[in-house]
């Protein structure tokens, strides 16, 4: 057993490596992913119906659509649509739509949980459109829903590597390689879980971090 | 696409809801075994179950289940893959129901469990009559949540080989040169079932918030 996990370390490169393209590609959907999800938060509470249901509309599709299956469609679905992505590009854009309406289905249940009277107060200082929703809207927004968002943010790290289907080599993919070229299954995924563990540890910490500073600030 | 192939996602889906029910069945039970084991605060196996249950939530259940797959047969356990989906799915389900039990038992007032010693009754019988109809209802919404959550997961399990409904299209896609029909169709079979399940979930808490308001 130690020994097997000594053919990891020999393989650590590999496996690094995929830890690496895990944690990029997590960041950056994350990131995009939230970005988006505040913008369409603000039609998803669109005072017009014309306008919040087709969002709401999206947010329940992707909410009740395995990501699996999303990642599929992205991947074959785009390039007969004439847009031609490698794997990078079609798992990196499936992360980021998908999460995108989790994100923004999230910021909706905050938002509408918000104190009236700040928006009130912003308005009567002049506030207006996106300004309002940037200085005003956003900011104890973020605050509150920071819990919630850190477990999206894990649900993107641990959806990231379902992007192994579509040989994108993440974390996953490597302990895979690592298995497949050295037959030390139980070494190399282990290896693998406990870096997704490590992972999640250190957003879990980021989260507790966040909802002092809202505990301060309150 | 014809509609034997349609026939064949279907009965793939008949797989994937068999492999999801028994998911569900087993990790209910064993969620509620480590709740109980946490909340009663039994030494060594509480520390056990936190680290696990920690563990547990951070892997990606494709991760878990290549685990499985590729390194029970190596210690003597043979598993094939559906029985390889089955603990895996257990296995994840199970340390999510534990922390939706866990808060419910947290939550628990004591005055109630003081109020049944008072009157005599044993701890099992306290647990029985007292404890677990009251839980069962305020879990309830987050056991149902996280059910949806597993039949979401469920397409991974095409990865080690079970024959379900992702597996058959993308059967039927390599062999139709055609990817999309199928997966739609796949997609079409998936949201009703999690629609179902949401909307249930949705039900059950207005219901509560309305029993409380009441009561």
Redesign the interface.
């Known amino acids: 057993m130690i020994h097997d996990f000594g053919l990891v370390w020999l393989d650590r490169e590999l496996l690094l490596t995929g830890l690496g393209n895990t944690v990029l590609l997590s960041v950056l959907a994350g990131f995009c992913a939230l970005a988006l999800g505040a913008l369409l938060s603000t039609v998803l509470m669109n005072r017009s119906r014309f306008i919040a249901i087709p969002g709401q509309a999206f947010v329940?599709?992707m909410?009740?659509?395995?990501?699996?299956?999303?990642a599929?469609?992205v991947y074959?679905?785009l390039p007969?649509l004439g847009v031609n992505f490698d794997n990078w590009g079609a798992g990196l854009a499936a992360l980021i739509v998908y999460h995108t309406a989790y994100m923004a289905e999230i910021l909706r249940g905050a938002w509408a949980a918000q104190p009236r009277a700040p928006i009130e107060a912003g308005m009567a200082f002049g506030y207006s459109g996106l300004r309002m929703f940037r200085r005003i809207v956003l900011p104890p927004l973020m605050l509150s829903a920071g819990p919630v968002v850190g477990n999206q943010v894990?649900q993107i790290?641990?959806?990231?590597?379902?992007l192994?289907?579509i040989a994108l080599p993440e974390?996953?993919h490597a302990?895979?390689s690592i298995?497949s070229r050295r037959y030390i299954?139980?070494a190399a995924?282990?290896a693998?879980?406990l870096l997704?563990?490590a992972?999640?540890?250190v957003v879990e910490a980021g989260v507790a971090a966040v909802g002092r500073m809202a505990e301060a600030r309150r | 696409m014809s509609s034997a192939d349609v026939l064949a996602i279907f009965s793939g889906a008949l797989t994937t809801l068999l492999l999801s029910a028994c998911g569900i069945a087993l990790g209910l039970p064993i969620g509620l075994g480590m709740a109980v084991t946490r909340w009663a605060r039994v030494p060594v196996l509480s520390q056990i179950v936190a680290v696990y249950v920690?563990?547990l939530?951070?892997?990606?259940?494709?991760?878990?289940l290549?685990?499985l797959f590729?390194?029970l047969p190596?210690?003597g356990i043979p598993v094939g893959p559906i029985s390889a989906g089955v603990i895996a799915l257990t296995l994840n389900t199970s340390a999510f129901n534990c922390e939706v039990w866990r808060a419910s038992l947290m939550d628990f007032p004591k005055e109630q469990i003081e109020a049944a010693q008072s009157v005599g009754m044993r701890r099992g019988l306290r647990f029985r009559r007292v404890v677990m109809p009251q839980i069962v209802r305020t879990s309830l919404p987050g056991l149902i949540n996280e059910m949806s959550l597993l039949?979401?997961?469920?397409?991974?399990l095409a990865?080690v080989g079970v024959v379900d409904i992702?597996r058959a299209?993308?059967r039927i896609?390599a062999e139709t040169y055609e990817?999309?029909p199928p997966?739609?169709v796949?997609?079409a079979i998936?949201?009703p079932i999690?629609?179902a399940l949401?909307s249930l979930q949705r039900w059950v808490e207005r219901r509560h918030v309305r029993l409380e308001a009441a009561a």
């Open positions: 329940d599709t909410r009740c659509t395995p990501f699996l299956l999303f599929y469609i074959y679905g007969s894990i790290v641990k959806d990231s590597a379902f192994t289907i974390l996953t302990a895979s298995q299954p139980f995924f282990i693998a879980v997704y563990w992972i999640c540890l | 920690s563990l939530r951070a892997t990606p259940l494709v991760t878990l290549l685990l590729f390194a190596n210690v039949i979401k997961v469920t397409p991974v990865v992702t299209a993308v896609g990817p999309l997966f739609f796949a997609i998936y949201l999690v629609y949401v």
